[in-house]
């Protein structure tokens, strides 16, 4: 809750400073579109506070292949469900490989805590929030990107409106430890706002940018290579004893980067027909005379 509170504080800091004058359109924006703003920051606490708490249970690559697996399935299904778009059989074989490939791991991921039923329920907890944040995370690209489209606001406006749940909820739970961190060494402060910039700054900045640009499916699979890079890292610190689960998180980042490219392929096959059915319709039928000298459609 502390570390969420402290580098969520100074992102909300950074969109605010950076948005100035025009703090007043976000104000605004908010005004008449509450029902809106109170979705959004709904999916933002679920979606990142469970991905913080689930980075407590289980280690960063699995909560990383799990999180991102499951924007990805969740928006594929957004996509296709609610909005009714068309995929072709690369992106769907690209699902269903990336949905066993997740499925699996968090079975061989369990089934290693099964020798130590202490540390069962932390595994399994971490599992769950895991996966509740990234249904979160794929329902707040889909919504987001809806809004976009609908309202045409800057991805800066969302940005500085987004989080504010977020701080209430966790700077209250937490004001005890927040203010322990705040007063502890210079380098540990240091530590958090690098954090900051690093992790939720830049990240938070360069999807809601997407979102403003990209189809909502696109986004959620353009992320897959979290957990590879969390999982080299595990790899370099602390290398794991058990090969299926790190062959299990390259297998599911494998399968979402097939995906990623079947899905670019069928967005812009979509994109380069819809202009030339509009610019070029279907000619009229032609008027061409009868035998008795009438006119016949």
Same mark, same amino acid.
């Given at each position: 809750?502390?570390?969420?509170?402290?580098?969520?504080?100074?992102a909300q800091l950074v969109y605010t400073t950076r948005a100035g004058k025009s703090i007043g359109v976000a104000v605004r924006f908010a005004r008449s579109h509450p029902r809106e703003i109170v979705v959004l920051n709904v999916l933002?606490?679920?979606?990142?506070?469970f991905m913080f708490m689930a @980075?407590?249970?289980? &280690?960063?690559s699995?909560?990383?292949a799990i999180f991102q697996g499951v924007v990805a399935l969740g928006g594929f299904l957004l996509a296709t469900v609610w909005s009714g778009?068309?995929?072709?059989?690369?992106?769907?074989?690209?699902?269903?490989?990336?949905?066993a490939a997740l499925g699996l791991l968090v079975l061989a991921r369990l089934s290693q805590t099964l020798s130590a039923p202490k540390h069962d329920a932390?595994?399994?907890?971490g599992v769950v929030l895991a996966l509740i944040a990234g249904a979160s995370g794929a329902l707040y690209i889909h919504y987001s990107s809806a809004l976009h489209s609908r309202t045409e606001v800057s991805a800066n406006t969302v940005l500085c409106l987004r989080f504010v749940l977020l701080l209430m909820v966790t700077g209250a739970a937490s004001?005890?430890?927040? @203010?322990?961190?705040? &007063?502890?060494?210079q380098g540990t402060i240091l530590r958090l706002l690098a954090l900051s910039v690093a992790f939720v700054v830049v990240p938070t900045f360069l999807l809601q940018f997407a979102i403003a640009r990209l189809p909502s499916v696109r986004v959620s699979v353009a992320t897959p290579f979290v957990a590879v890079i969390?999982?080299?890292?595990?790899y370099a610190v602390r290398p794991w004893g058990n090969i299926a689960v790190p062959v299990l998180v390259l297998a599911a980042s494998a399968a979402l980067v097939f995906t990623n490219v079947a899905l670019s392929s069928d967005l812009a096959r979509s994109a380069f027909l819809s202009p030339r059915n509009e610019e070029n319709p279907a000619p009229a039928p032609a008027m061409v005379p009868d035998t008795q000298g009438e006119t016949r459609s």
């Open positions: 809750m502390a570390l969420a509170f402290v580098t969520f504080a100074v933002t606490l679920s979606s990142w506070l @980075l407590q249970r289980i &280690e960063a699995v909560e990383s778009q068309r995929f072709g059989v690369a992106a769907r074989v690209g699902v269903l490989a990336a949905t932390s595994a399994l907890v004001a005890g430890e927040t @203010l322990k961190l705040l &007063e502890s060494d969390a999982l080299g890292s595990e």
